[in-house]
């Protein structure tokens, strides 16, 4: 019988509460992360515990079926993915930040400026919608402390409570995006597989209208 092949994001913050919709639809999973891959007891689903940034990669390639990822990664990584359902989880926005002692006015003040951040695609998009040249420096992670070390004049990155940016004097200036967890199909899944996710769709849509 085909099994539908499920990513997760194996740390950060979408782990827990991915692993607790599973859990709540009924499918109940025998081993942790550590495994690196897990079958579910009652119900023909395999879960892959993976990192984020490689979950797009994995979709566009049938490595596996769907995902339930972050849709900021998706859009800066995505290309042709569908996402199936938005999740209710998980919501951030991705935002333009500059030291508070800044004076900032509009996107023209990043004109010429360096901008250090994890969602290259996401920032040039939003750069180039405005008509502003910037110099763009990609780092994978701690991106708020760019300013403070004179890597950079701005950063852009995920804000979710807003402590991050607090704790390093940044101040949020313009929101690119917001968003949240999704469930997300690969464009080569089978039909028999298809069937297994409309089937989980179907009931994280009962359960998320039960939390409502
Ligand atoms: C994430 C993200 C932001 C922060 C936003 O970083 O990159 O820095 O969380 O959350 P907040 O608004 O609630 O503070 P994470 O802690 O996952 O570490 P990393 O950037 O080093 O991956
Ligand atoms: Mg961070």
Request: proline share 6%.
């Given at each position: 019988m085909s099994k539908l092949k499920i990513a997760v994001q194996k740390s950060g913050r979408l782990y827990d509460e991915s692993m607790q919709i599973l859990k709540d639809i009924g499918i109940s999973i025998d081993n942790g992360r550590d495994q690196l891959k897990a079958s579910a007891k009652n119900f023909p689903v395999e879960v892959f515990y993976l990192r984020n940034g490689d979950i797009p990669q994995y979709l566009k390639d049938g490595v596996v079926d769907a995902a339930i990822i972050g849709e900021n990664v998706l859009?800066?990584?995505?290309?042709?993915?569908?996402?199936?359902?938005?999740?209710g989880f998980s919501s951030c926005k991705v935002s333009?930040?500059?030291?508070?002692s800044v004076k900032y006015n509009n996107m023209q003040d990043l004109e010429g400026k360096r901008i250090a951040t994890s969602y290259p695609n996401t920032v040039q998009q939003f750069l180039d919608k405005n008509n502003v040249n910037a110099q763009l420096h990609i780092i994978n992670g701690s991106v708020e402390i760019a300013?403070?070390?004179g890597l950079a004049d701005a950063i852009v990155d995920i804000v979710s409570s807003g402590s991050t940016l607090f704790k390093n004097g940044l101040k949020e200036?313009?929101?690119?995006?917001?968003?949240?967890?999704?469930?997300?199909?690969s464009p080569l899944i089978s039909k028999d597989n298809l069937e297994i996710l409309n089937t989980i769709k179907f009931r994280i849509d009962s359960v998320l209208k039960g939390r409502r």
């Open positions: 859009i800066e990584k995505g290309g042709d993915i569908q996402i199936i359902q938005k999740l333009i930040a500059v030291p508070k300013p403070n070390i200036v313009e929101v690119l995006l917001k968003s949240e967890a999704v469930l997300a199909s």
